[in-house]
């Protein structure tokens, strides 16, 4: 049996999966529990420490998800497996992708500091592929968070960009226009 904590932030993530981070209030995570709201205060201080378990949480599950998966020796074969797991996240849990990357939150890891020291292990497995590349001699020698962040902000625009109505394409379409981002990034753009 899971505690009464662990109940209450099992409750919020499904609430910011299904309706985003707005959809999530003390009220709600108690009337879904049986709870008083003032019970669920005992277990979370505030609604921003909640958020900040439920954030912790979503990263810690997308890490044990994706660092199980088998990463292709193939640098760019990898950076398109990256994609596409962003591409899955963003179209199939579309509230929880912007609550994870998008939305503005308290205590939420930061460039360069938290990432470069390790506090984002997602964004790590990004790197260790960039780190791969660089060693294989695929990617040119650089700064691996800076090329992970400039490859993720790529994606997440175009996601926010999607989300908001302002490419109106179906999901395979988005997903190629995605894969077709990455490779004009890896190539460049210069004649």
Same mark, same amino acid.
Not at 20 to 26: K, L, Q, T, W
């Given at each position: 049996?899971?505690?009464?904590?662990?109940?209450?932030?099992?409750?919020?993530?499904?609430?910011?999966?299904?309706?985003?981070?707005?959809?999530?209030?003390?009220?709600?995570?108690?009337?879904?529990?049986?709870?008083?709201?003032?019970?669920?205060?005992?277990?979370?201080?505030?609604?921003? %420490?909640? @958020?900040?378990?439920?954030? *912790? $949480? #979503?990263? +810690?599950? =997308?890490? &044990?998800?994706?660092?199980?998966? /088998?990463?292709?020796?193939?640098?760019? %074969?990898? @950076?398109?497996?990256?994609? *596409? $797991? #962003?591409? +899955?996240? =963003?179209? &199939?849990?579309?509230?929880?992708? /912007?609550?994870?990357?998008?939305?503005?939150?308290?205590?939420?890891?930061?460039?360069?500091?938290?990432?470069?020291?390790?506090?984002?292990?997602?964004?790590?497995?990004?790197?260790?592929?960039?780190?791969?590349?660089?060693?294989?001699?695929?990617?040119?020698?650089?700064?691996?968070?800076?090329?992970?962040?400039?490859?993720?902000?790529?994606?997440?625009?175009?996601?926010?960009?999607?989300?908001?109505?302002?490419?109106?394409?179906?999901?395979?379409?988005?997903?190629?226009?995605?894969?077709?981002?990455?490779?004009?990034?890896?190539?460049?753009?210069?004649?």
């Amino acid at each position: 049996m899971s505690s009464t904590s662990e109940r209450i932030a099992a409750a919020a993530k499904d609430l910011v999966t299904a309706g985003g981070s707005a959809s999530v209030s003390m009220r709600k995570i108690g009337d879904a529990l049986g709870l008083s709201p003032m019970a669920v205060y005992r277990h979370f201080p505030n609604r921003e %420490a909640l @958020l900040a378990r439920v954030a *912790d $949480d #979503l990263f +810690d599950d =997308a890490y &044990d998800r994706l660092s199980r998966k /088998a990463i292709p020796a193939d640098t760019v %074969a990898a @950076l398109h497996g990256a994609v *596409d $797991d #962003l591409v +899955d996240l =963003a179209l &199939d849990h579309p509230r929880q992708f /912007a609550f994870m990357f998008i939305e503005p939150r308290d205590g939420a890891r930061t460039f360069p500091a938290d990432f470069s020291g390790g506090r984002s292990r997602l964004f790590g497995l990004l790197t260790g592929i960039v780190d791969a590349g660089i060693a294989n001699g695929t990617l040119a020698p650089t700064d691996s968070w800076k090329v992970g962040l400039t490859l993720t902000a790529n994606v997440y625009g175009l996601v926010a960009l999607h989300q908001g109505g302002r490419i109106a394409l179906s999901d395979e379409d988005f997903r190629e226009l995605c894969h077709d981002s990455l490779e004009r990034l890896l190539n460049g753009i210069l004649a």
